[in-house]
């Protein structure tokens, strides 16, 4: 069974940061990219960085470049986001999911950004 297992989301005033977690299991972790998508309220879902499964490489949304990094522990099979400079924008519900097409989600993990 796939599981995608986020944690780490949290109140947060703007300016601070977070570290999110997704662990995983049921498939071989180390052959595939990851990436986290958020969905924010009232929005669709939406990409926010991906990694590829060396964790060579990556890439993110234009609007959390210079502030989040995606990494990954294949060992650990776990990926995580390093927030920073959180703004109020960045506020919603977190995920992570491999790069397959695949309707297997995990429950998110709930970010907000606020005073």
């Known amino acids: 069974q796939i599981l995608f297992i986020e944690s780490g989301g949290g109140l947060v005033q703007p300016g601070g940061s977070l570290r999110l977690t997704c662990r995983t299991s049921g498939f071989t972790f180390s052959r595939y990219g990851m990436t986290w998508y958020r969905r924010a309220p009232g929005k669709e879902r939406e990409v926010v960085a991906s990694i590829t499964n060396t964790g060579g490489g990556t890439s993110y949304a234009e609007s959390v470049k210079g502030r989040f990094t995606i990494s990954r522990d294949n060992g650990e099979k776990t990926v995580y986001l390093q927030m920073n400079s959180l703004k109020s924008e960045d506020t919603g519900v977190y995920y992570c999911?491999?790069?397959?097409?695949?309707?297997?989600w995990g429950q998110g993990t709930q970010v907000t950004v606020s005073y």
């Open positions: 999911k491999w790069d397959v097409p695949s309707q297997v």
